[in-house]
């Protein structure tokens, strides 16, 4: 049996099984554009995420279609896929966290002259309180980051991915943002 507070573990049931016949242990970044054995294509239904790692799964082989990250900096995640994307994963990325953990969201340029919000790794639907609908102008980027925001709410509409470092003035899309996803690089 495997250090599960070290490893990734990755099971094509729920619960995992204890003989480890449908179970993926891995240790480290990994980017899997298909599938392990272990775990077929679209049999996903549990992983469980180390602190400090991220895990970003793909509804298509080569990490296309829709996307999701979960993890932690501080603690492990067990996740379990429920109705919505149980037996949908096709391919999968591994990202350990950078030293500086969160993009900052900024509602005005020069940021401290309105609303500030601090998102860290994950999938926001819509915009927090603290910046408001279509009201985001500057964002900074760490290193090791992506953000990756949508004109409309839920991930639609039109969109565009910035990769850290960087800081930037929104632009052409000044207080358009309504949903984003941030993850690693």
Not at 7 to 16: G, I, R, S, T, V
Not at 167 to 172: I, Q
């Amino acid at each position: 049996m495997y250090n599960v507070a070290k490893y990734f573990q990755l099971c094509a049931d729920n619960p995992c099984r204890a003989d480890d016949s449908n179970n993926f242990y891995w240790e480290g970044k990994f980017d899997a554009g298909v599938m392990p054995p272990q775990v077929p294509n679209d049999s996903l239904s549990f992983a469980y995420i180390p602190p400090g790692w991220t895990f970003q799964f793909f509804e298509h082989a080569n990490f296309g279609g829709v996307t999701r990250t979960f993890g932690s900096y501080d603690y492990g995640v067990n996740l379990s896929f429920g109705s919505g994307f149980n037996d949908w994963v096709s391919s999968f990325k591994i990202r350990k966290f950078p030293s500086s953990e969160m993009v900052m969201l900024c509602q005005n340029n020069p940021c401290g002259t309105g609303g500030k919000y601090y998102a860290r790794v994950g999938n926001w639907a819509s915009m927090p309180v603290e910046i408001g609908n279509d009201q985001l102008s500057f964002v900074y980027i760490p290193a090791g980051f992506v953000f990756w925001f949508f004109v409309d709410g839920n991930f639609s509409g039109a969109n565009m991915q910035l990769t850290g470092p960087l800081n930037v003035y929104m632009g052409g899309y000044d207080n358009a943002a309504s949903s984003f996803m941030i993850y690693l690089a």
